[in-house]
């Protein structure tokens, strides 16, 4: 992957790489995680690079490498120790600079490794310095991967990709907005959430053993949460649920769906640019009653963790019409300022 992939698009920049190990493969990628040694750092032979897993001290030097990322909606400053604590940071360095960085770690049943957060230096972008990290990492946290899976929303980039050796995985619709945390109080109010359930782990569990809600909830086969794309896979659904409140408004009953039910998910991040939530949407956004009664509880469940400056970020299925969304956002005064295509594309490694 060229370093000029890693801001094509929002908040995560997330690059996942797939391979096959066996349960001592997994146990052993496990174990090499803590053998990693933090104060002493692998030499690249490249450059005279060096490379090193990153600890909570690091945190200054992470968010120097790049600063107000993706206009002020980088999360990272924010979130840098919580992250820490579920993921392993990789660092490379040109004598005591860091030069760049990335969040790394293994889902998928452990055939893929998620690389997030991912950024270089201004002054290193082109280099290779990326290219190098991410070969640093893929040595340490696994042997098998063979392609990677990661999301970009430049059509032109993605043209390009396609030509070569990457070839489109699925795809979804994303549409941004803008509002101040006064204005949707004011508007929001009470909404009877009776008819919604919380989505647990034990309703995911469910759900994914039923082929026929699967197929309807997530026809690309993979199921994109807060921009990561996960595999339809039981033991992804600890980080499906992490940091997210999801509800459904219907429960699916052995091999039977029905055809309203609609999946939602919100993730919170305080940023730079304010409070920024991404509203993920499984189901059809063409129901106003039913996309009507998401919106207005996840709003207003979520309500307490906002700023006074909010962005949002809804994402769906494509190929949906788009005009009963904007019809209940504009309602709680939303204003739209951009809407584009997510591409998960899949690259040999």
Request: glycine letters at 6%.
């Amino acid at each position: 992957m060229a370093d000029e992939e890693i801001n094509c698009w929002k908040p995560a920049a997330d690059d996942i790489h797939f391979g096959k190990p066996t349960t001592d493969e997994i146990n052993l990628m496990k174990s090499k995680r803590k053998e990693l040694d933090v104060k002493k750092p692998m030499t690249d032979d490249l450059a005279g690079i060096t490379f090193r897993t990153t600890t909570a001290e690091d945190y200054d030097d992470v968010i120097s490498v790049r600063r107000h990322l993706y206009d002020g909606a980088d999360y990272i400053p924010y979130r840098y120790y919580e992250l820490l604590e579920h993921n392993t940071g990789f660092a490379g360095f040109i004598d005591s600079t860091m030069v760049c960085f990335m969040f790394a770690t293994v889902i998928d049943d452990g055939e893929s490794i998620l690389l997030r957060s991912i950024r270089v230096r201004d002054e290193y972008e082109g280099k290779g310095v990326y290219t190098r990290l991410r070969a640093f990492c893929m040595k340490n946290l696994s042997h098998t991967a063979n392609k990677a899976v990661f999301l970009i929303s430049s059509p032109t980039h993605f043209e390009q990709l396609c030509r070569g050796s990457a070839k489109l995985v699925f795809s979804r619709h994303t549409m941004m907005f803008g509002n101040t945390t006064k204005s949707l109080r004011g508007l929001l109010g009470l909404r009877d959430e009776s008819f919604l359930q919380r989505v647990d782990s034990s309703f995911l569990g469910e759900l994914l053993r039923n082929r026929t809600a699967t197929q309807y909830l997530f026809p690309e086969n993979r199921v994109l949460i807060n921009w990561i794309p996960y595999q339809l896979v039981p033991s992804n659904i600890e980080w499906m649920l992490r940091g997210t409140e999801v509800f459904s408004n219907a429960v699916p009953k052995q091999d039977k769906i029905k055809s309203e039910m609609m999946i939602s998910a919100i993730n919170v991040d305080q940023c730079e640019a304010g409070t920024v939530v991404t509203l993920d949407l499984f189901g059809d956004v063409c129901d106003e009653e039913m996309i009507t009664g998401h919106i207005y509880i996840q709003l207003q469940k979520a309500l307490d963790r906002f700023g006074d400056i909010l962005v949002l970020y809804i994402i769906f299925q494509e190929h949906q019409d788009t005009k009963t969304v904007l019809h209940v956002l504009s309602k709680l005064g939303w204003s739209k300022v951009d809407n584009y295509a997510v591409y998960g594309v899949e690259k040999s490694i």
